[in-house]
């Protein structure tokens, strides 16, 4: 059982313009989302979160959007650029510290194209 | 960069043996994760730690056991390593303050031959 879904598994974006990445949740008991972003060998790194009692939050180029009613968030990243290529994951808890599984989408491999 | 390692970073083993690989963190955090990750299957929860000698079993936690004895360390060890766990394991450590992220280790890679 999915309960978190990231159903595109790849995107490409020219550099500049804008990469949207989309993620879909089942569990209504998710209250907190973060994006992680993964470049091969690497750890995950953490990008941007956002609690349910808000709809959007910025963090430079980054901005996440929450539409609780659709259980659906995404991250759009502008302008994109050629070190933006990697692998984006959605992350969703029930709680915004760590006394709750973090439960992982299946990740989309987005390439920016020079 | 989060206090956190991984060790061994790559591993090689046989089918059959057990292998225990290990985390360790100097931020004190309470909550430690251990994580997989498969081509088409993202990250998914092996075991997770609420503090020493606190744990429970996440969504693929079948061949797997963990323990915590210390606050900085969290073992995942594979009784008995089959093909099937050839992976790239990740620990992940998360702190009880509000509105923070989980940090994750560089990663094991470990084939099972």
């Known amino acids: 059982d999915q309960q978190v879904k990231q159903n595109s598994p790849s995107l490409s974006v020219q550099e500049g313009r804008i990469s949207i990445l989309n993620c879909d949740y089942t569990?209504?008991?998710?209250?907190?989302f973060l994006w992680y972003k993964k470049y091969p060998a690497e750890g995950p790194t953490f990008l941007i979160s956002?609690?349910?009692?808000?709809d959007k939050n910025e963090d430079g180029r980054f901005t996440v959007f929450l539409n609780k009613s659709a259980k659906h968030l995404s991250l759009h990243i502008v302008p994109s650029q050629p070190g933006d290529s990697a692998v984006y994951f959605c992350?969703?808890?029930?709680?915004?510290?760590?006394?709750?599984?973090?439960?992982f989408g299946t990740g989309t491999r987005l390439t920016i194209i020079p | 960069d989060a206090g956190i390692t991984q060790s061994p970073r790559h591993k090689v083993t046989e089918t059959g043996t057990p292998v225990t690989l290990r985390c360790h963190q100097t931020?004190?955090?309470?909550?430690m994760y251990w994580y997989r990750q498969d081509p088409g299957h993202g990250l998914r929860l092996i075991h997770y730690?609420?503090?020493?000698?606190?744990?429970d079993k996440g969504e693929v936690s079948d061949g797997y056991s963990v323990s915590r004895s210390k606050t900085e360390d969290f073992l995942l060890t594979l009784e008995s390593a089959t093909s099937s766990q050839t992976s790239v394991y990740f620990c992940?450590?998360?702190?009880?303050?509000?509105?923070?992220?989980?940090?994750f280790g560089q990663g094991t890679r470990l084939t099972v031959v």
């Open positions: 569990n209504s008991m998710f209250d907190y």
């Open positions: 956002i609690s349910s009692i808000k």
């Open positions: 992940a450590i998360w702190s009880d303050r509000l509105n923070t992220e989980a940090f």
């Open positions: 730690s609420y503090g020493v000698k606190d744990t």
């Open positions: 931020e004190n955090h309470r909550y």
């Open positions: 992350a969703a808890s029930a709680t915004n510290f760590g006394n709750e599984k973090l439960t």
